[in-house]
Antibody, heavy 127, light 107 residues
Framework: EVQLVQSGAEVKKPGESLKISCKGS????????IGWVRQMPGKGLEWMGI????????RYSPSFQGQVTISADKSISTAYLQWSSLKASDTAMYYC????????????????????WGKGTTVTVSS | DIQLTQSPSFLSASVGDRVTITCRAS??????LAWYQQKPGKAPKLLIY???TLQSGVPSRFSGSGSGTEFTLTISSLQPEDFATYYC?????????FGQGTRLEIK
C-alpha cells in the first residue's frame, strides 16, 4: 500500500525549533516529489513548497521562503519540514503529499496532481 | 503567483441536487488543474486531475471541465457523503496554488 506516515502532534513555545517528518512507503520514494501544505485552524489549504527526494531539489512558495526549511533523507524515505524559531502564527495542521504524474500526448508533456496524502501533523505554538 | 478564485465560497444544497463549483485562474494554466475534497479532520482527497480526468475510485457523479482560465467541478446528484469542502489547485509550475475553497452544506 502506498502511504505517507507523518509524525505526531507537537506542542511548542514561541522561539523553539521543530522538525516534523513524513515517511513514504509502498513506492519508490526517490521518484516522486513530496509537497507540504499548511492549513491554519478553520482556514483553507496553503501551498508551502515541494522537494524531490532523489536529489533534494526544493522549490518554495514565496510566502514560505525563508520561514521554513524542507529537506529529505532518501536513505530512510523521509521528508521533513522544519522551523528554526516558531511563532504563534505557525499553529496549524501540516500535510505532506506525493506529487503524482501522468504523461499526456505521448509524453510530450505531463500532468501533475497530489495523489497520496499523509494524515497531517498538528503543530501548536503557545506560551 | 497564479491566483485561483472559487465561486461560490459557500453552497447549500439537498441530496439529489446537481451542483457546480467554478474555479477561475488569474492567467492561463492550460489543463493543469486538480480538484480535492476535504472532510472535517481529514486530509484532502484527490477527485480530478488534468481538469477533467477522474481519479481512480472516485464516483462517476463527479466530473470536471474547462481549460485556460475557467474550470468547473460538477456533482451530478449529491449524496450525503459529498457534503464537504472542495478546493481547486493549479500545478502549472512549481509555484502551486490552491483556491480558497467552497464549503458545501446540506440544505
Amino acid at each position: 500500500e502506498v502511504q505517507l506516515v507523518q509524525s505526531g502532534a507537537e506542542v511548542k513555545k514561541p522561539g523553539e525549533s521543530l522538525k516534523i517528518s513524513c515517511k513514504g512507503s509502498g513506492y519508490s520514494f526517490t521518484s516522486y516529489w513530496i509537497g507540504w501544505v499548511r492549513q491554519m485552524p478553520g482556514k483553507g489549504l496553503e501551498w508551502m513548497g515541494i522537494i524531490y527526494p532523489g536529489d533534494s531539489d526544493t522549490r518554495y512558495s514565496p510566502s514560505f521562503q525563508g520561514q521554513v526549511t524542507i529537506s529529505a533523507d532518501k536513505s530512510i524515505s523521509t521528508a521533513y519540514l522544519q522551523w528554526s524559531s516558531l511563532k504563534a502564527s505557525d499553529t496549524a495542521m501540516y500535510y505532506c503529499a506525493r506529487r503524482g504524474v501522468v504523461p499526456a500526448n505521448g509524453g510530450v508533456y505531463y500532468y501533475y496532481y497530489m495523489d497520496v496524502w499523509g494524515k497531517g501533523t498538528t503543530v501548536t505554538v503557545s506560551s | 503567483d497564479i491566483q485561483l478564485t472559487q465561486s461560490p465560497s459557500f453552497l447549500s444544497a439537498s441530496v439529489g441536487d446537481r451542483v457546480t463549483i467554478t474555479c477561475r485562474a488569474s492567467q492561463g494554466i492550460s489543463s493543469y488543474l486538480a480538484w480535492y475534497q476535504q472532510k472535517p479532520g481529514k486530509a484532502p482527497k484527490l477527485l480530478i486531475y488534468a481538469a477533467s480526468t477522474l481519479q481512480s475510485g472516485v464516483p462517476s457523479r463527479f466530473s470536471g471541465s474547462g481549460s485556460g482560465t475557467e474550470f468547473t467541478l460538477t456533482i451530478s446528484s449529491l449524496q450525503p457523503e459529498d457534503f464537504a469542502t472542495y478546493y481547486c489547485q493549479q500545478l502549472n509550475s512549481y509555484l502551486i496554488t490552491f483556491g480558497q475553497g467552497t464549503r458545501l452544506e446540506i440544505k
